[in-house]
């Protein structure tokens, strides 16, 4: 079974300070990784993708995720956040063995980003 | 060009009542999902269809049923609503380029109430 785990059910940090939101994760196989962001009564929006290669990882809004094999973990950050990237933003797994419900993406339970002005 | 589109917005049925939530894209992307998100659960996945006429169980598949009639359209139904079943629903595609790295894209959703 896969699994993703965001410790943090609320981040707060001030504007301009960089941001960490926390995810780890467990999958047979390698993974896929990805992070959305869900602004208040909108559906999900995709932000970026870890398939393989490169561990840092590019993605829209000038966030980066930086996958790490061996502690399982592949952290949101931004240098220097701002009061519009407050949301709720998710992770999610998939394994890259194709097989039964392991082909579905599994996500976290969310992390809830507050930027104070 | 809408993406996903989700309705009815908001909703309110009392126990035992039945509704179908409805789901179409104009992304011609050929697998559909529908999620449920509860607060503190994160998003779990109640059906899928990978392509038209075809659909599978997904995570918290009790309590609901689907229909793909074609590739446009994924609804959701209903058919005795239960308290456990308040939540958003999250309606969401796949690109079949994208078929092997699940990149998806999500409806805006519909909030349910069952009393």
């Known amino acids: 079974a896969q699994s993703v785990a965001q410790p943090e059910d609320q981040v707060n940090v001030a504007e301009g300070n960089p941001l960490t939101v926390k995810c780890t994760y467990s999958v047979s196989g390698n993974p896929y990784l990805f992070w959305y962001v869900q602004y208040p009564n909108r559906g999900l929006q995709f932000l970026l993708k870890y398939i393989t290669g490169d561990n840092l990882v590019k993605g829209s809004y000038g966030f980066e995720a930086e996958f790490n094999k061996s502690q399982t973990s592949f952290h949101l950050k931004k240098p220097s956040a701002l009061v519009s990237d407050s949301a709720l933003y998710f992770c999610?797994?998939?394994?890259?063995?194709?097989?039964?419900?392991?082909?579905?993406?599994?996500f976290g339970s969310g992390t809830q980003l507050t930027v104070l002005p | 060009n809408a993406g996903v589109t989700q309705t009815p917005k908001f909703q309110v049925l009392k126990t035992g009542q039945s509704m179908t939530l409805q789901c179409a894209q104009d992304m011609n992307h050929n697998s559909m999902y529908w999620y449920r998100q509860d607060p503190g659960m994160g998003l779990r996945l109640i059906y899928y269809s990978a392509s038209e006429g075809t659909t599978d169980k997904g995570e918290v598949p009790n309590g609901y049923n689907v229909s793909r009639l074609n590739k446009r359209e994924f609804s959701l139904r209903l058919e005795s609503a239960a308290p456990s079943q308040t939540s958003v629903y999250f309606c969401a595609n796949r690109p079949l380029s994208d078929a092997s790295t699940d990149t998806q894209y999500f409806g805006p959703g519909t909030r349910l109430t069952v009393l």
């Open positions: 999610a797994v998939r394994s890259t063995i194709s097989s039964g419900s392991a082909r579905q993406l599994t």
